[in-house]
Each structure stands twice: as C-alpha cells, then as structure tokens.
C-alpha cells in the first residue's frame, strides 16, 4: 500500500510561482505514472499534468500548459509540480496520484493510490 501526501501548497499572490511535492512511502515510484490534479470549490476535478515512469515523459492540460513543469526524483520517492505565473482561478487543492504501469495522461479514474491534497491560493 503506497501512502502520497502532497506539500508547499499556500497563498501566493497572482504572477508568482509554488512549487509542490508529493512524497511517497510504501513502495517505491520506479513503476508509477505520476499525476497532479485540482479541484475547485464547486468544480470537478481536472488533471493538470501527468509524468511516466521510465522515459520520463510528460502530459499537461490545455489549462495550464506553459505555465506547469513536473518532474519526479525516484531516488527520493518524490514527485514535484512548478507552477509560475499563478493566477486566481489556479486556486483549488492540488492533488497527486499514481497508477502502476500507467499511461499518459494519467485519467483521474484510473489512478490508484491519491494524497490528500494541499490548498493553493492565489490572492493579492
């Protein structure tokens, strides 16, 4: 059983960056295709990228597409999400995930393991 919590979530002022981590224990990431999500009050939640596992190749949503960069460490067991030119309607709780053998662009139903999440808000 593989447990993922997810920090360095806060608020941000619009224009500035965070970047999240997402720290796994329980089994190692090597197999894993990472994803991060987000989820608004009152909205679904959308993927916002999605890292494979191997080659290391990368998915990011129409959304939010130049604006994100995701990378993960398998030595450290840990997944990491760059935001840069934060705006307000990037405010939610920001979630990772993972799916053994996964593909991309890591489907939120298909996941198997998720955190819990960490509130990004962007707000002057």
């Known amino acids: 059983q593989m447990q993922l919590v997810e920090s360095g979530g806060g608020l941000v002022q619009p224009g500035g960056s965070l970047t999240l981590s997402c720290a796994a224990s329980g089994e190692t990431l090597d197999n894993y295709a990472i994803g991060w999500y987000r989820q608004a009050p009152g909205q679904e939640r959308e993927g916002v990228s999605c890292?494979?596992?191997?080659?290391?190749?990368?998915w990011y949503g129409d959304s939010v597409k130049g604006r994100l960069t995701i990378s993960r460490d398998d030595a450290r067991n840990t997944a990491y999400l760059q935001i840069n030119r934060l705006k307000p309607e990037d405010t939610a709780v920001y979630y990772c995930a993972v799916v053994k053998y996964g593909l991309l662009p890591c489907v939120v139903d298909g996941m198997d393991y998720w955190g819990k999440g960490t509130l990004v808000t962007v707000s002057s």
């Open positions: 890292i494979m596992y191997g080659d290391h190749s990368t």
